[in-house]
């Protein structure tokens, strides 16, 4: 669905102060099928799965499977399957990592992490989202400072097509208030102080004092997998 950059503004500006359930709702309706969740079982992300339950029970759900996440991040994806009665689609590369290894060398997120990513979760997310015309993120403002200014709804030139983050004005104090007042399963490496979660190679848990997201791609440069970077949030159609 075409969206003018005046319409998208627009819409932004009214999404700032509505409710989540009131922007998904809208997404519902606009949408159809031709919307998606993609999330990574992190915190953001099962509160709208949660909230998508009731207002769109047969959402396409879609994961990134990188092949090394961590197996409580397998088991609590399983658990919402079989908890929700959810099918959830799995995003796989199109080499394991194995292949990987043989075409680029043993551990190449030590090496060259930003190809690693590209490979395993970039290109596997934009084949998938050719099928959409908009698709739901768990991004939130507070989690990182590149993502202070990310829009609740922008046009996403990486994977052209609209993109939402009902979310984006909630904090992580919002969020596990949600979580635990639906009871909702969650990762167990959160209570480890494992505040961000993805990839288990490039993952650690925080210190006191660290920023939430300080344990992903620690003593690197990167910060973001690609999936999210500032500039594919542009309001425009
Ligand atoms: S997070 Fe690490 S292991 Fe996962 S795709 Fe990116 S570089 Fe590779």
Known sequence: MPHTPDHLTE???QFERGDPQTILRWAVETYGERLA??????????????????????????????????????AL????????????????????IEQQAETHGAALWSRDPDLCCQLRKTIPLADALRGYDAWITGIRRDQAETRRTSAVIAWDSKYNNVKLAP??????????????AYNLPYNPLHDQRYFSIGCQPCTRAVTPGEEGRAGRWSGQAKTECGIHLAETMETKA
């Open 11 to 13: 819409l932004n500006q």
């Open 37 to 74: 969740l993609v999330t990574s079982f992190q915190p953001t992300g099962l509160v709208m799965l949660h909230m998508l339950l009731e207002l769109a029970p047969r959402i396409s759900i879609l994961t990134l499977d990188t092949g090394v996440l961590f197996p409580e991040t397998y």
């Open 167 to 180: 979310l984006a004005t909630w904090t992580e104090d919002m969020v596990w208030t949600y979580i635990h």
């Open 77 to 96: 994806i399983e658990r919402w399957e079989r908890d929700f009665d959810l099918m959830i689609t799995r995003l796989r590369p199109a080499q394991t």
